[in-house]
């Protein structure tokens, strides 16, 4: 069992930026790929990115590509997503997800917030 819990959402003007950590415990963290993913009001949830268990491959969606950056510090069993040049249709409840890179994520976290204002 892993246990993931979200940190760092908040309100941000367009063009802003916010950083998301995602806390790990449980089973070892380094074991699992790591993803980011998003669910917008009256949307289903779509995948933002993700990182494997060593941090040396990533993959974004396209919406987000050269404006997210995932990356993890296995020492801290914690991932993070960097989020710049933030736009209001990034708004969402962002969580994180412990799985197999490409595959499937058996653990989820709760969510953080993440409103962007125009």
């Known amino acids: 069992q892993v246990q993931l819990v979200e940190s760092g959402g908040g309100l941000v003007q367009a063009g802003g930026s916010l950083r998301l950590s995602c806390a790990a415990s449980?089973?070892?963290?380094?074991?699992?790929?790591m993803g980011w993913f998003r669910q917008a009001p009256g949307k289903e949830r779509e995948f933002v990115a993700t990182?494997?268990?060593?941090?040396?491959?990533?993959s974004y969606a396209d919406s987000v590509k050269g404006r997210f950056t995932i990356s993890r510090d296995n020492a801290k069993n914690t991932v993070f997503l960097q989020m710049n040049s933030l736009k209001p249709e990034d708004t969402a409840v962002y969580y994180c997800a412990a799985g197999v890179y490409s595959g499937s994520y058996y653990y989820w976290g709760q969510g953080t917030q993440v409103t962007v204002s125009s």
């Open positions: 449980g089973r070892t963290f380094s074991n699992y790929a």
């Open positions: 990182i494997s268990w060593s941090g040396a491959i990533t």
